[in-house]
């Protein structure tokens, strides 16, 4: 073979060489930077998710808490009757509230914290039965049960909400948003 024969065919085998690297280091770079978006991308939604969360159980633990405050004195006025009326309007429209903000709560998740604001809403309809058939027993012998009976269920709203909000500060700490 002739020396240009041979600086042909070595110049073509390192034409392609050349090509075919510039090829593959631009297929890589590709890669890299759609995974980079992608991450980025992934990031940015855990983002979301956590402010989602936490405005979320935020507000339901300040719902849960004005529902304990209207029990309270709903309860409280079960043995003192004042005048000026029923304060089970109070606890109703509160309840009405938590309803509302129990559905974020599903919504955004995860299970667990649905659940326990389902289990908080429910606690609460319990103490609202119990004052209700309270009212209603007001001249009977059961009446100081279902009083009893309602401050329980007052008092299961409390540890609920006790509940909810250490879940909550665990769910909004774990570095894994997406566990359901």
Known sequence: MDQGLVAI???????????GGTAIGALVAAKGARNQVR??????????????RNSAYQSFLESLYAVDIALGVAV?????????GDERDAVTAAIAELRRLQWQVITIGPRQMGELAARAYETA???VAA????????EYESFGRYVEEARQYQQQVLRVRA???EAASSVLSSPAPYES
């Open 163 to 165: 509940e909810f909000a």
């Open 9 to 19: 065919v070595t110049g073509g085998i390192a034409a392609v060489a050349g090509v």
């Open 131 to 138: 004052m209700a058939s309270a009212h209603a027993q007001r």
């Open 39 to 52: 991450d980025q991308g992934t990031v940015e939604h855990a983002h979301w998710l956590r402010q989602g």
């Open 125 to 127: 309809q319990h103490t």
């Open 76 to 84: 409280h006025a079960l043995n003192h009757p004042e005048p000026e």
